[in-house]
């Protein structure tokens, strides 16, 4: 019988999806939440609901039916140490939150390995690749200095393909998916610490769901690749279509910010991708734009950080300026890519100032 590892995975929303996968596979998963989120959890276990292909509705994965272990714990409550691998799953900026900030300075200092499945890149991840000067991105981030503490070779990235939400009537413990895609993560540089993605990758693609008597396969596997270089395909089609969602005076659906100027759409898109195989990427690892701008058919709403933006966020992932600061490391530069900057940093200017504005009116009326 192959070894079962204990995997802490910060974030109970997005994390549940890749908790779901490992508890399938009989893994046991620790879910980092907020507290009333952790009790709900250990009471009522995770609900994944997600499309199968060749059947009728969602198919519903119930933590409390997996043969996997399931718990829930606050920052506070964590000895890193008990892990063979933490996963990364909430928004980089949550990362500086008071509680999850000293819970990631535990987690470098232990030295347990990392998986990262955000959008957004770890600085330790940059670091890995060659003749980037990952110093030179710190501005990318809320607050650089949550990883200053973590090794490179420690921390690997998984593209977070599957897209998957909330739905708002439900309880927190509750994840619908709406995009059952793969999990793409690249190697560590320990091959014992690949070793264990392999298996996870394995198990995982063994795992069978019981449905009404039947043991189903279910979508959303793990697929581990020796290039680096395979998670960062998501940044041609972030540029093009998650961040262009972003305008002057407010935001579009993904399908118009990629098809309301297809020709330009392409274009962004091949100089992100050339920007990728300039740092080393093979194109082979990257997603063609025919098959990209087809699955943007159906992307109806604006994107999240649009959403977040247009709703008052005062930070988000800014992938479109990591980016715009590789490009310039190599010598490139997108007016386009420049233009999505620009914009953004608008929406933010402004949120922030509101915000600034509302705590200060607050402050006089207490």
Request: net charge neutral.
């Amino acid at each position: 019988m192959s070894k079962k590892f204990n995997i802490l995975i910060l974030g109970a929303s997005y994390g549940s999806l890749l908790a779901s996968k490992l508890l399938m596979a009989g893994h046991s998963v620790s879910l980092v939440c907020r507290r009333d989120t952790a009790t709900l959890i250990n009471s009522e276990g995770t609900r994944v609901r997600m499309p199968v292909k060749g059947r009728e509705g969602l198919v519903e994965i119930d933590s409390r039916q997996l043969p996997g272990k399931l718990s829930a714990v606050t920052p506070t409550d964590v000895k890193p140490e008990q892990y063979d691998l933490v996963c990364l799953a909430m928004q980089e900026p949550q990362y500086s939150a008071s509680g999850v900030r000293e819970l990631m300075k535990a987690i470098a200092l232990a030295k347990v390995p990392c998986m990262s499945i955000m959008n957004m890149p770890p600085l330790p991840y940059l670091a890995r690749i060659p003749g980037l000067d990952a110093s030179g991105l710190r501005a990318c981030f809320h607050d650089a200095t949550v990883w200053d503490d973590f090794e490179p070779g420690l921390m690997t990235l998984c593209s977070p393909d599957p897209q998957a939400f909330r739905p708002p009537e439900e309880k927190p413990n509750v994840l619908q998916v709406g995009l059952p895609t793969n999990f793409k993560v690249a190697r560590f540089e320990n091959p014992a610490h690949t070793a264990m993605l392999e298996q996870m990758e394995a198990d995982i693609a063994a795992a069978r769901l019981t449905v009404n008597g039947e043991a189903i396969d279910l979508p959303v596997k793990l697929k581990v690749h020796d290039s680096i270089f395979v998670p960062l395909a998501k940044w041609a089609m972030l540029l093009t279509g998650n961040y262009r969602c972003v305008g002057a005076d407010g935001m579009r659906p993904i399908r118009d910010a990629v098809h309301g100027d297809i020709e330009l759409s392409r274009q962004i898109y091949g100089w992100v991708v050339d920007l990728c195989v300039q740092l080393g990427a093979s194109r082979d690892d990257m997603v063609p734009f025919e098959k990209y701008a087809a699955a943007g058919q159906g992307l109806m709403k604006p994107s999240s950080a649009a959403r977040a933006l247009a709703a008052g966020a005062t930070d988000i992932e800014r992938i479109d300026l990591l980016v715009k600061l590789v490009a310039e490391q190599k010598g490139l530069r997108s007016e386009s890519v420049c233009e999505t900057v620009r914009l953004i940093n608008g929406w933010l200017e402004r949120n922030r100032k509101a915000a600034a504005e509302k705590k200060a009116a607050e402050a006089v009326v207490a």
